[in-house]
RNA sequence: GCCGAUGUAGCUCAGCUGGUAGAGCAACUGAUUCGUAAUCAGUAGGUCAGCGGUUCAAAUCCGCUCAUCGGCUCCA
């Protein structure tokens, strides 16, 4: 081999020998000018470092880094995505990506952020750039202006990018000296970008350049060969952004974008977020009648309707008889209490924001509890307990209240006044890890129980870096962070570790469950605590005869009922499981001279323990099977002259139709049935 | 909390550049008695989110407050 020739190896082993500076459009074109025009980028490793092993740390430290602005860096494996136009100079393994590829896909909403950036500058020269990634649901350029965007400047800037579009203008990457790059941003005022360079450049290294026709931007990349490969995009809104994450900063106009490889899958995305729009726990709490937030009662408290309420008791009494089942206890704790309290606990001191001021009564000041641990301390506290008390399980279906700053509300996801099914198990340092583990499985339960297959796992640890927002020493931290560690992987369960994220008393292991939609929702939480019982020196005494202290989990499945019933409405559409379901049985009668006969069989339905609801409004038939279908009933029985003669129902079932009629009895057996196995198809 | 948008009948929404509020569905009444997703007719229903201002006149223009929505930040 010449030093003049690399070797390109292809995905499908072959290896070609190519003139160095040979760039990867170039090797396309030999293989076919078909999948040059459809090739959107490379991706390439040199070969002088061995394979990745399977998907690694270095994918995620990868995403972080585009997420964060910057574009594909090499991970460990050198693997890294490059411009088609990129003249290779070493042997690599090559891939060409396709317009099927979701890393391709990235580099088309990076690319057109880059459009969007062009029109801006083209309509509004005096904005000033920050940056603009890819994201998983398209793109956003973070800009600064004096005046916001309207409506009508997101329609102008569309329609500018259509046409930096139709000039199909190139990207070319070039370079210049670090200083000269800097001098020129800082004489625009661009205060954003020399940031950037600052913090992602060091002094006498060269600075790389994306031009577009006249539009340049400091930008890694990689990007689409040109414009016109931009080719189905769409400026969907503009919102509020902070420089630099920091709400001490200024506030920049972040613009929302998205784009596709074609038309099809744009449209396809609007689709999507119409189908999660119909799925909106908030449309579907209005439509279903489940329950409703008022302006007069104030923002983030929820008033649980009759339907919602119902659904609310079916999950508490399934939670309850669990717990027990478990050997938890079920306890119940005040919802004021002396301020002393919250001081000795450490709320004071580390959850003072989220706590609503103090309240005076008598000549004593009171909080409300945001958290129940506290008060089930109080109950552990109040009797002397031994080693053969423990592990001691105190389960509470508490009503906690937060405050949440105004803007941050959401629905029933996101609240001021929520229930946790809080539970707080003390035990012996031997015992923190089954006790761990068992609850780890309990969580599992939950969510499989309610229809949620898929999950992930995070485990929650402290910043060292900052002590002052944790309580305990580093000594404690480590142990109670190895124990966790240690369940999760005797477990066998993979999970990402977060450090920064604990609660101010320990770590914690969160289970974030993926719905139907593929979207994650933070529910589950198990949390160690060393700290409160040492703050409230919680004691039990051990075989030893000594006094010893037990230590501490938190742990809430359901995280908040609140929020759990918001992603339970989102996954099912509003449409529940049988056993879940407030209006099991939807009784139509086809005329009211079968009203007499529908009584009958609702008194049957509900003698069997089923919940039914029976029209016999002068309506027409198919007008009450239209309603009862709409509110998403599960069964319609309707009920004439046929069935009254008979003893029968003729059943429609939710999602199938009319399935004919049949025995009274048989239908009761059916639902019976599948109310017990909790089944989530009908 | 911050940026932007929005707030009209129980619900979904219309109401142009200021001239004094409308539809469909729901509700109620009556007729109809019906075989698997809307029977017909009539009646009633609104402090136009709240407060203040500009104006002869405000749902409409301005200010403040509250709430909601999309984000940011923060979090179960």
């Known amino acids: 081999m010449s030093e003049q020739s690399i070797k390109v190896q292809l995905p499908d082993g072959s290896v070609r020998e190519v003139a160095r500076g040979t760039t990867p459009f170039d090797i396309a074109m030999s293989i076919s000018p078909r999948l040059a025009a459809a090739v959107v980028v490379a991706r390439v490793r040199p070969l002088a470092v061995p394979a990745p092993a399977g998907e690694t740390a270095a994918d995620e430290a990868a995403e972080a880094q585009t997420e964060a602005g910057m574009y594909s860096s090499a991970g460990e494996t050198g693997e890294r995505l490059v411009d088609l136009s990129a003249p290779l100079t070493e042997d690599v393994a090559l891939e060409l990506l396709k317009e099927n590829d979701e890393a391709a896909l990235k580099v088309v909403r990076h690319s057109a952020a880059h459009v969007m950036a062009t029109a801006i500058l083209e309509l509004f020269p005096e904005t000033k750039l920050g940056h603009g990634p890819a994201t998983d649901?398209?793109?956003?350029?973070?800009?600064?202006?004096?005046?916001?965007?309207?409506?009508?400047?997101?329609?102008?800037?569309?329609?500018?990018?259509?046409?930096?579009?139709?000039?199909?203008?190139?990207?070319?990457?070039?370079?210049?000296?670090?200083?000269?790059?800097?001098?020129?941003?800082?004489?625009?005022?661009?205060?954003?970008?020399?940031?950037?360079?600052?913090?992602?450049?060091?002094?006498?290294?060269?600075?790389?350049?994306?031009?577009?026709?006249?539009?340049?931007?400091?930008?890694?990349?990689?990007?689409?060969?040109?414009?016109?490969?931009?080719?189905?995009?769409?400026?969907?809104?503009?919102?509020?952004?902070y420089w630099l994450g920091d709400e001490k900063n200024q506030q920049l106009q972040r613009v929302?974008?998205?784009?596709?490889?074609?038309?099809?899958?744009?449209?396809?995305?609007?689709?999507?977020?119409?189908?999660?729009?119909?799925?909106?726990?908030?449309?579907?709490?209005?439509?279903?009648?489940?329950?409703?937030?008022?302006?007069?009662?104030?923002?983030?408290?929820?008033?649980?309707?009759?339907?919602?309420?119902?659904?609310?008791?079916?999950?508490?009494?399934?939670?309850?008889?669990?717990?027990?089942r478990r050997g938890y206890e079920m306890v119940f704790t005040p919802h004021i209490m002396r301020r002393e309290l919250w001081k000795i606990s450490g709320h004071e001191g580390f959850y003072s924001q989220n706590m609503y001021p103090p309240m005076e009564l008598d000549d004593a000041e009171y909080r409300l509890k945001p958290m129940n641990c506290p008060g089930h301390i109080l109950i552990y506290k109040n009797s002397p307990k031994s080693y053969r008390d423990l592990p001691q399980r105190y389960a509470e279906l508490g009503n906690v209240y937060r405050y949440e700053r105004s803007g941050t509300m959401h629905g029933l996801l996101r609240v001021r006044g929520f229930t946790q099914d809080d539970a707080h198990i003390f035990c012996t340092p031997e015992q923190i890890e089954s006790e761990i583990a068992a609850c780890v499985e309990f969580a599992d339960e939950v969510l499989k129980a309610f229809g949620f297959a898929e999950f992930k796992v995070e485990l929650s640890t402290w910043d060292p870096k900052d002590q002052k927002s944790y309580v305990g020493s580093a000594e404690h931290w480590e142990t109670a962070v190895g124990s966790l560690k240690k369940v999760l992987d005797a477990k066998g369960i993979p999970y990402r570790e977060i450090p920064g994220e604990a609660a101010f008393y320990g770590p914690k292991i969160d289970i974030k469950l993926v719905d139907v939609l593929g979207r994650l929702w933070q529910l589950s939480t198990v949390q160690f605590d060393f700290n409160l019982p040492q703050r409230f020196e919680l004691e039990y005494t051990g075989e030893d005869g000594e006094k010893h202290r037990p230590v501490m989990v938190h742990r809430a499945l359901f995280g908040s009922v609140e929020r759990f019933f918001g992603v339970l409405i989102e996954h099912y559409a509003g449409a529940f499981p049988l056993w879940l379901a407030p209006v099991q049985v939807g009784i139509v009668p086809i005329s009211e001279k079968h009203v007499e006969y529908a009584a009958a069989v609702k008194a049957k339905l509900e003698a069997a323990g089923l919940?039914?609801?029976?029209?016999?409004?002068?309506?027409?038939?198919?007008?009450?099977?239209?309603?009862?279908?709409?509110?998403?009933?599960?069964?319609?029985?309707?009920?004439?002259?046929?069935?009254?003669?008979?003893?029968?129902?003729?059943?429609r079932t939710r999602?199938?139709?009319?399935?004919?009629?049949?025995?009274?009895?048989?239908?009761?057996?059916?639902?019976?049935?599948?109310?017990?196995?909790?089944?989530?198809?009908l």
Not at 631 to 644: C, S
Not at 655 to 681: I, M, N, Y
Request: hydrophobic content about 40%.
């Open 256 to 324: 929302y974008g998205t784009a596709f490889f074609n038309a099809k899958d744009l449209e396809q995305h609007f689709k999507r977020l119409e189908e999660i729009k119909a799925r909106d726990h908030r449309v579907l709490g209005k439509q279903l009648d489940l329950f409703s937030i008022q302006e007069v009662a104030g923002a983030g408290l929820i008033f649980w309707h009759p339907k919602g309420g119902l659904i609310r008791k079916t999950m508490e009494d399934w939670m309850r008889d669990e717990c027990i």
């Open 611 to 651: 919940r039914v609801e029976l029209d016999s409004r002068n309506e027409k038939m198919n007008a009450k099977i239209r309603e009862f279908t709409m509110q998403k009933v599960p069964f319609v029985l309707v009920m004439g002259d046929k069935e009254a003669a008979s003893e029968a129902v003729s059943v």
């Open 137 to 241: 649901a398209g793109f956003f350029y973070d800009v600064y202006r004096e005046t916001p965007f309207s409506e009508t400047d997101l329609a102008a800037i569309e329609a500018k990018m259509a046409e930096v579009v139709a000039r199909d203008e190139k990207f070319v990457r070039e370079h210049e000296p670090r200083e000269k790059g800097l001098e020129e941003y800082r004489q625009h005022g661009d205060f954003m970008k020399v940031h950037f360079i600052e913090r992602f450049t060091k002094p006498g290294e060269e600075i790389s350049l994306y031009k577009n026709g006249n539009f340049t931007d400091f930008c890694r990349g990689p990007h689409v060969p040109s414009t016109g490969r931009v080719k189905a995009f769409k400026v969907t809104s503009v919102a509020g952004a």
């Open 655 to 681: 999602g199938k139709g009319d399935e004919g009629s049949v025995p009274l009895t048989a239908f009761v057996e059916r639902a019976k049935a599948l109310v017990a196995s909790r089944g989530t198809t």
